[in-house]
C-alpha cells in the first residue's frame, strides 16, 4: 500500500454537491438512521441533526418511539414511519445499547451484501469474528472501539495504547480483515480502506466532546448518500473522509463563532488561517451539526 494521503480542502470539494434543478428529496438521498435507545436518545437526534445539516434530502428514523419524538422536536421533518424508498446509506449503531438489536443485525448483513452502511459505536461489536466481510461498510471507531475491533478480527491482544502508537496500522490491518473502509477517529483521523489510507487533521480539539462521534456518523451518511445519485460515485473511502474533513471544519467553525458569532465559514476552510489558530471556546456537539451547512455552502462557494 502506498504511504498515507493527507486529505484536505479539493478532495473534501470533490465529495460536496449542490443541488440540481432536477433533484427532488430522493434523489438527493435517503438516509435511514438505525440509531438511539431509551438510554441514549441524544444520539439519534445528534445523528439527525447531522444528516439534515449535512445535505441529505430525505432522513428517515428507525427506532423506539420514544426516542422517535424526541429525533421530531428537534427535526420534525424527519420521517419516523417504516417502509418506502430503499436507503441510499443506512447509518447504524450510534447510542444502540444492545448488539443484537434487530437494527444493527440487518445493518451488518446489508453491508456484507455491498450496500453503503455506517456503523458506528456498538454496530461494531455485531461485526461477526469469523466471517467479518462488510465491504459496503464505514466503520467508525475511536481508539478504545478500534483496539477491541481488531483483537477480534486480527488474532492479537491490541490495547488502546497500541492503537494510539500505530493508527494507520491497525486500522489498516482492520480495513484488510473486513474489506470495509475503517474511519480510526481522533484529532487526527485515519482512513483506511483494504487499499487506500489517508489522514485528516482536525483544526480544533473543541471537537473532543461527547456526541461529536454521532454527528460523524450521521455526516457520514449524507455525503453518501447525496454522492450516491451522481456520475461516478466518489469511492466510500472518499466520501468518509470528506466527513471526517467537513466535521473537523465544523467544529473550527463552531468554537470560533463562542467569541465571535459572526466568523465567517470560509475562514475555516484553508488550512493556515486565523480560525486555525486554538481560538475558539468549548462547543457542543448539536453546535458541530448545526455549523456543517455554513462549512459545505463555504465549499461550493470557492
Ligand atoms: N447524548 C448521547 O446520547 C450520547 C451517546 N453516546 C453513545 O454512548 C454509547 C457509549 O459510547 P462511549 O464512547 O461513551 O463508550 P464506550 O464505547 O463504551 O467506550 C468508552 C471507553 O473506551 C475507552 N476509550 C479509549 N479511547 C477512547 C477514545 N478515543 N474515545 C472514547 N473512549 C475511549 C475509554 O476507556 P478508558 O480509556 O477511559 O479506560 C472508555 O471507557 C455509544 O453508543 C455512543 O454512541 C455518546 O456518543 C455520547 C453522547
Ligand atoms: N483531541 C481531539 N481533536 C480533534 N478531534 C477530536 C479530538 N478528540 C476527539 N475528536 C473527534 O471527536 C469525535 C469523537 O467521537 P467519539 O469518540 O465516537 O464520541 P461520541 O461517541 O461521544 O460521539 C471524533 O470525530 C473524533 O475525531
Same mark, same amino acid.
Request: proline residues 7%; contains cysteine.
Given at each position: 500500500?502506498?504511504?498515507?494521503?493527507?486529505?484536505?480542502?479539493?478532495?473534501?470539494?470533490?465529495?460536496?454537491?449542490?443541488?440540481?434543478?432536477?433533484?427532488?428529496?430522493?434523489?438527493?438521498?435517503?438516509? $435511514?438512521?438505525?440509531?438511539?435507545?431509551?438510554?441514549?436518545?441524544?444520539?439519534?437526534?445528534?445523528?439527525? $441533526?447531522?444528516?439534515?445539516?449535512?445535505?441529505?434530502?430525505?432522513?428517515?428514523?428507525?427506532?423506539? @418511539? &420514544?426516542?422517535?419524538?424526541?429525533?421530531?422536536?428537534?427535526?420534525? $421533518?424527519?420521517?419516523?414511519?417504516?417502509?418506502? @424508498?430503499?436507503?441510499?446509506?443506512?447509518?447504524?449503531?450510534? +447510542?444502540?445499547?444492545?448488539?443484537?438489536?434487530?437494527?444493527?443485525?440487518?445493518?451488518?448483513?446489508?453491508?456484507?451484501?455491498?450496500?453503503?452502511?455506517?456503523?458506528?459505536?456498538?454496530?461494531?461489536?455485531?461485526?461477526?469474528?469469523?466471517?467479518?466481510?462488510?465491504?459496503?461498510?464505514?466503520?467508525?471507531?475511536? #481508539?478504545?472501539?478500534?483496539?477491541?475491533?481488531?483483537?477480534?478480527?486480527?488474532?492479537?491482544?491490541?490495547?488502546?495504547?497500541?492503537?494510539?502508537?500505530?493508527?494507520?496500522?491497525?486500522?489498516?490491518?482492520?480495513?484488510?480483515?473486513?474489506? #470495509?473502509?475503517?474511519?480510526?477517529?481522533?484529532?487526527?483521523?485515519?482512513?483506511?480502506?483494504?487499499?487506500? !489510507? #489517508?489522514?485528516?487533521?482536525?483544526?480544533?480539539?473543541?471537537?473532543?466532546?461527547?456526541?461529536?462521534?454521532?454527528?460523524? =456518523?450521521?455526516?457520514?451518511?449524507?455525503?453518501?448518500?447525496?454522492?450516491? @445519485?451522481?456520475?461516478?460515485?466518489?469511492?466510500?473511502?472518499?466520501?468518509?473522509?470528506?466527513?471526517?474533513?467537513?466535521? +473537523?471544519?465544523?467544529?473550527? !467553525?463552531?468554537? =470560533?463563532?463562542?467569541?465571535?458569532?459572526?466568523?465567517?465559514?470560509? *475562514?475555516?476552510? *484553508?488550512?493556515?488561517?486565523?480560525? @486555525?489558530?486554538?481560538?475558539?471556546?468549548?462547543?457542543?456537539?448539536?453546535?458541530? &451539526?448545526?455549523?456543517?451547512?455554513?462549512?459545505?455552502?463555504?465549499?461550493?462557494?470557492?
Amino acid at each position: 500500500m502506498s504511504p498515507a494521503t493527507s486529505f484536505g480542502l479539493s478532495e473534501a470539494a470533490a465529495c460536496v454537491f449542490a443541488p440540481r434543478p432536477d433533484d427532488h428529496k430522493y434523489r438527493r438521498g435517503l438516509v $435511514e438512521l438505525r440509531t438511539g435507545s431509551l438510554a441514549y436518545p441524544g444520539a439519534a437526534v445528534l445523528g439527525a $441533526e447531522a444528516a439534515a445539516r449535512g445535505g441529505a434530502g430525505f432522513v428517515r428514523y428507525a427506532g423506539p @418511539h &420514544a426516542v422517535a419524538s424526541r429525533v421530531l422536536d428537534r427535526r420534525p $421533518e424527519t420521517v419516523c414511519a417504516s417502509g418506502g @424508498h430503499d436507503a441510499d446509506v443506512v447509518v447504524a449503531g450510534s +447510542g444502540v445499547e444492545d448488539p443484537g438489536d434487530p437494527r444493527l443485525v440487518d445493518a451488518v448483513r446489508r453491508a456484507r451484501g455491498g450496500s453503503a452502511t455506517v456503523l458506528d459505536a456498538t454496530a461494531l461489536q455485531a461485526v461477526p469474528t469469523e466471517d467479518p466481510a462488510v465491504p459496503g461498510a464505514v466503520l467508525t471507531p475511536h #481508539a478504545g472501539e478500534l483496539a477491541q475491533l481488531a483483537t477480534r478480527l486480527v488474532g492479537r491482544r491490541i490495547r488502546v495504547r497500541d492503537v494510539e502508537g500505530d493508527p494507520e496500522g491497525i486500522a489498516a490491518e482492520v480495513a484488510r480483515a473486513t474489506g #470495509a473502509v475503517v474511519v480510526a477517529k481522533g484529532h487526527r483521523t485515519i482512513v483506511a480502506s483494504p487499499d487506500t !489510507l #489517508a489522514v485528516v487533521v482536525a483544526p480544533t480539539s473543541w471537537l473532543a466532546v461527547a456526541g461529536t462521534g454521532d454527528v460523524l =456518523a450521521g455526516l457520514v451518511g449524507a455525503l453518501g448518500a447525496t454522492a450516491a @445519485h451522481r456520475d461516478p460515485v466518489p469511492p466510500l473511502a472518499e466520501l468518509a473522509a470528506a466527513a471526517a474533513w467537513l466535521h +473537523g471544519r465544523a467544529g473550527a !467553525l463552531a468554537a =470560533a463563532r463562542v467569541l465571535d458569532p459572526a466568523a465567517p465559514a470560509d *475562514d475555516v476552510l *484553508d488550512d493556515v488561517s486565523r480560525a @486555525h489558530r486554538p481560538v475558539g471556546g468549548p462547543v457542543t456537539a448539536l453546535d458541530v &451539526a448545526d455549523a456543517l451547512s455554513g462549512v459545505i455552502a463555504a465549499v461550493l462557494a470557492r
